[in-house]
């Protein structure tokens, strides 16, 4: 590995990381250089001493551990990476316990909003008489569901399980890019992130421990388990029976799902494992029958039920919203829950949260235009060589515009599709995300990162678990951090103790670039589903 020219944000002061000897200065010409963020300081001192070749080791040893237990990740319409290892840099991103406790904060508002908003539109619909969102968006929105209608799911928690994804702009500037309140995904590398982390990097572990504490993420199934168990029907004894729901191993998160399965101690089925008889879902065993109380299903609501939905779908089953219908039976994430991922209603997220929690929002969307309107769609027209057009129901990085980085034929043929469905789209100024630390083939340099908490709802409140999925972009130049399309992941550290810096300090040091653009403007386009 060689010398990086640019390890960090210069705008910021931050000089070259050391050679590939080890022997180069940390910071800047003389060793000297800004002060690293409090945060980071155990993280610094690691690089500091740990030599290239240690590093590419454990890279490499990450990568077999992976490897070893498959953890994959299928690529859709990608015959050559049907099953595509997520590739892990094992320079961690870290939070302090004070920049978490805001996080905290902000994730529960924005969950318990978005709770109150699904159960307003499939119920009295008071938002949409107020004018918070427009009736049409709603009503016509490919993702409202009609079998919701008139319904409360089991102790009015409609989102169990949530995967908010942040960006982060600045020292104390998040913001919300997108909400996942379907089938979020992507827990389970979260969680083998920091299980990696431990086998390999013990030592840093260790100190950032003696300083103050990293908080665990070990304690997301028991967690889940109990929010799912909380929410059984009531007419379950101590003990309900859960499952989880699969398309088949074909599915991009199959590892996942069988990964969760396995964690919760649950029965893993698809849809010819089950049955419903008597409006009560069972599942087949070798002892015969089954009875199932909560389902925690991800599989989305076109596909779950052939009787209400796609009637050619096989991987649903029959009668199964007839089941929830019934009380019998409780589906986590609720039937419904997909109109809350659309990306025009993310756009009414501020005047949602602030409808139903009477508090203006703790985190921020990022600005947003609604090509639907016509002064949006005008300017969005004039301007798409500087900004970013997604389409409302798009995920994993598709079915999008960078401007910055598009050719003028690009722009012009986006130019069209715009035009011709103009409702289908939104746009989004590009933003100079933070930067991480990264371990590169040729050392140590700054890649985008974005974030993906999960907050999980239950009968007894809402919990998350301190850290997330950080996703990064590993190629140079590249911009995108979805899985899908090349981006890798880093294990999320959040820390105790009182010496972990906070959101509002003077000083933001070189192990997180806050704000840094370095390779040009960052998209922010999502990524795991």
């Given at each position: 590995m060689g010398v990086t020219a640019r390890a960090f944000d210069e705008t910021y002061g931050f000089g070259p990381y050391p050679d590939a000897s080890g022997a180069g200065p940390l910071f800047g010409g003389d060793g000297a250089g800004p002060e690293v963020r409090a945060a980071y300081a155990q993280v610094a001192a690691w690089l500091r001493s740990a030599p290239p070749e240690l590093l590419e080791t454990r890279r490499r040893q990450a990568e077999?551990?992976?490897?070893?237990i498959g953890i994959t990740f299928a690529v859709y319409g990608d015959p050559d990476a049907s099953e595509r290892l997520i590739p892990f840099d094992i320079v961690p991103r870290v939070l302090a316990g004070s920049e978490w406790a805001v996080l905290e904060e902000g994730l529960t508002q924005r969950?318990?909003?978005l709770n109150l908003f699904l159960a307003d539109v499939y119920g009295p619909r008071e938002c949409i008489r107020a004018g918070v969102v427009p009736e049409e968006l709603v009503l016509l929105n490919p993702q409202y569901c009609m079998a919701a209608v008139g319904r409360r799911p089991a102790k009015d928690v409609w989102v169990h399980i949530a995967g908010i994804d942040l960006v982060r702009t600045g020292p104390d500037e998040f913001f919300v890019l997108e909400d996942n309140a379907r089938t979020p995904s992507g827990v389970s590398y979260m969680l083998e992130n920091r299980e990696v982390m431990l086998r390999l990097v013990p030592e840093l572990i260790h100190a950032v421990s003696e300083r103050g504490g990293l908080r665990p993420v070990e304690t997301y199934?028991?967690?889940?388990?109990?929010?799912?168990?909380?929410?059984?029907?009531?007419?379950?004894?101590?003990?309900p029976c859960l499952a989880l729901l699969t398309p088949g191993i074909h599915n991009s998160a199959y590892y996942e799902h069988s990964f969760l399965a396995d964690k919760l101690g649950v029965e893993l089925v698809e849809g010819s494992d089950l049955f419903v008889s008597g409006d009560v879902l069972f599942m087949r065993t070798t002892e015969g029958p089954k009875r199932v109380d909560v389902l925690y299903r991800r599989v989305d609501d076109d596909f779950i039920d052939p009787l209400t939905f796609r009637q050619d779908s096989v991987l649903g089953v029959p009668g199964l919203v007839g089941a929830v219908h019934a009380g019998n039976l409780t589906i986590a994430n609720a039937l419904g829950t997909g109109i809350a991922d659309d990306k025009a209603i993310y756009s009414y997220m501020p005047e949602i949260v602030r409808f139903f929690t009477g508090r203006d929002p703790i985190l921020h969307n990022v600005p947003t235009w609604r090509c639907r309107e016509a002064d949006a769609l005008s300017y969005v027209?004039?301007?798409?060589?500087?900004?970013?057009v997604k389409e409302t129901d798009g995920s994993g990085g598709y079915g999008m515009l960078v401007g910055p980085h598009a050719t003028s034929e690009q722009r012009?043929?986006?130019?069209?599709?715009?035009?011709?469905?103009?409702?289908h789209y939104i746009a989004q100024p590009t933003l100079a995300l933070s930067t991480c630390p990264t371990l590169t083939a040729a050392g140590i340099a700054p890649r985008h990162v974005d974030l993906r908490p999960f907050v999980l709802t239950g009968a007894n409140g809402t919990k998350i678990i301190p850290g997330g999925l950080t996703r990064v972009a590993l190629k140079e130049g590249s911009l995108v951090v979805n899985s899908s399309q090349g981006g890798g992941t880093k294990d999320t550290w959040v820390l105790d103790g009182p010496e972990v810096g906070d959101m509002t300090g003077a000083s933001t040091g070189p192990f997180e670039a806050e704000g840094g653009d370095i390779d040009g403007p960052f998209p922010g386009p999502g990524g795991l589903d």
């Amino acid at each position: 590995m060689g010398v990086t020219a640019r390890a960090f944000d210069e705008t910021y002061g931050f000089g070259p990381y050391p050679d590939a000897s080890g022997a180069g200065p940390l910071f800047g010409g003389d060793g000297a250089g800004p002060e690293v963020r409090a945060a980071y300081a155990q993280v610094a001192a690691w690089l500091r001493s740990a030599p290239p070749e240690l590093l590419e080791t454990r890279r490499r040893q990450a990568e077999l551990f992976f490897r070893r237990i498959g953890i994959t990740f299928a690529v859709y319409g990608d015959p050559d990476a049907s099953e595509r290892l997520i590739p892990f840099d094992i320079v961690p991103r870290v939070l302090a316990g004070s920049e978490w406790a805001v996080l905290e904060e902000g994730l529960t508002q924005r969950v318990q909003a978005l709770n109150l908003f699904l159960a307003d539109v499939y119920g009295p619909r008071e938002c949409i008489r107020a004018g918070v969102v427009p009736e049409e968006l709603v009503l016509l929105n490919p993702q409202y569901c009609m079998a919701a209608v008139g319904r409360r799911p089991a102790k009015d928690v409609w989102v169990h399980i949530a995967g908010i994804d942040l960006v982060r702009t600045g020292p104390d500037e998040f913001f919300v890019l997108e909400d996942n309140a379907r089938t979020p995904s992507g827990v389970s590398y979260m969680l083998e992130n920091r299980e990696v982390m431990l086998r390999l990097v013990p030592e840093l572990i260790h100190a950032v421990s003696e300083r103050g504490g990293l908080r665990p993420v070990e304690t997301y199934p028991e967690t889940l388990l109990e929010t799912l168990t909380s929410v059984a029907p009531n007419h379950c004894g101590a003990e309900p029976c859960l499952a989880l729901l699969t398309p088949g191993i074909h599915n991009s998160a199959y590892y996942e799902h069988s990964f969760l399965a396995d964690k919760l101690g649950v029965e893993l089925v698809e849809g010819s494992d089950l049955f419903v008889s008597g409006d009560v879902l069972f599942m087949r065993t070798t002892e015969g029958p089954k009875r199932v109380d909560v389902l925690y299903r991800r599989v989305d609501d076109d596909f779950i039920d052939p009787l209400t939905f796609r009637q050619d779908s096989v991987l649903g089953v029959p009668g199964l919203v007839g089941a929830v219908h019934a009380g019998n039976l409780t589906i986590a994430n609720a039937l419904g829950t997909g109109i809350a991922d659309d990306k025009a209603i993310y756009s009414y997220m501020p005047e949602i949260v602030r409808f139903f929690t009477g508090r203006d929002p703790i985190l921020h969307n990022v600005p947003t235009w609604r090509c639907r309107e016509a002064d949006a769609l005008s300017y969005v027209l004039d301007n798409l060589h500087e900004l970013v057009v997604k389409e409302t129901d798009g995920s994993g990085g598709y079915g999008m515009l960078v401007g910055p980085h598009a050719t003028s034929e690009q722009r012009e043929q986006f130019a069209a599709r715009l035009k011709a469905n103009p409702q289908h789209y939104i746009a989004q100024p590009t933003l100079a995300l933070s930067t991480c630390p990264t371990l590169t083939a040729a050392g140590i340099a700054p890649r985008h990162v974005d974030l993906r908490p999960f907050v999980l709802t239950g009968a007894n409140g809402t919990k998350i678990i301190p850290g997330g999925l950080t996703r990064v972009a590993l190629k140079e130049g590249s911009l995108v951090v979805n899985s899908s399309q090349g981006g890798g992941t880093k294990d999320t550290w959040v820390l105790d103790g009182p010496e972990v810096g906070d959101m509002t300090g003077a000083s933001t040091g070189p192990f997180e670039a806050e704000g840094g653009d370095i390779d040009g403007p960052f998209p922010g386009p999502g990524g795991l589903d």
